[in-house]
């Protein structure tokens, strides 16, 4: 088994799971208590500190973990037998993660206190969500970079823009299924799709701007960096 794949999925989790924590935990605050995101941020700060959150940062760790390790273990194999790695790292990738998340979230549910349900609407809208994030980090924007390259010698430049800026569009589209998947979560009865709907006008700004904050360190500083950790591997 590939040590560099492995050693570069658990370093890049681990340097940015304190923050997605914070995060984390600031956005599902905001949400399930309609609460400004700012507002959120501080009281969970102020957790961190008081050390509230070992428990969700060790949760928080292994989502990425598994994550990051599902995506380098999936490509390396593919290489080494010559076959696309684009499906196989879409499907095996998404699945560690859409797992690793709903656990996350039943687990960060409970830190609040609110016995939340995901009932089959929010777990499917939960999974296209995490599919997009998936499909936009590990895959186009390996096509973005390799675009890139043929304008640009800087290969770590093209890498390091295209990390940050392809996972941040992608969350335009993601943030309404988000807010979708758990106002199914909190609302699951007959509730008119019109009612959801301004409930997503509501709170677009907010979210989208909690996932952009979010998105940057999980998939974009931190999948830059396990990519320049995993160029120094070497396919027999």
């Known amino acids: 088994m590939p040590l560099i794949e492995i050693s570069s999925a658990f370093i890049s989790s681990l340097m940015i799971s304190p923050f997605m924590t914070i995060i984390d935990l600031s956005l599902l605050h905001s949400q399930y208590y309609k609460e400004n995101l700012l507002v959120s941020f501080n009281k969970t700060i102020n957790n961190y500190f008081n050390k509230k959150i070992i428990k969700p940062l ?20 593919c290489k080494t037998n010559n076959i696309d790695y684009k499906l196989p790292t ?3 990738t998404s699945s560690i993660n859409i797992f690793a998340i709903i656990l996350k979230d039943k687990k960060y549910s409970l830190y609040f206190n609110n016995k939340i349900k995901f009932g089959l609407n929010s777990l499917l809208l939960f999974a296209l969500r995490d599919s997009i994030t998936i499909g936009s980090c590990f895959i186009i924007k390996k096509d973005v970079i390799n675009k890139l390259d043929k304008f640009n010698n800087n290969h770590n430049f093209n890498d390091f823009f295209a990390s940050l800026f392809v996972p941040i569009i992608a969350q335009f589209i993601n943030s309404p299924i988000h807010i979708l998947g758990i106002d199914y979560a909190q609302r699951p009865n007959n509730i008119h799709f019109i009612q959801r709907i301004e409930l997503i006008k509501q709170l677009y700004k907010n979210i989208l701007l909690g996932r952009i904050i979010r998105i940057l360190p999980a998939f974009g500083i931190g999948g830059f960096f396990n990519d320049m950790m995993r160029s120094f591997r070497y396919y027999e």
Do not use: C, H, K, P
């Open 58 to 77: 060790f949760i928080m760790n292994n989502v990425y973990f598994s994550t990051y390790l599902g995506a380098n273990l999936t490509e390396y194999y």
């Open 90 to 92: 879409l499907f095996i």
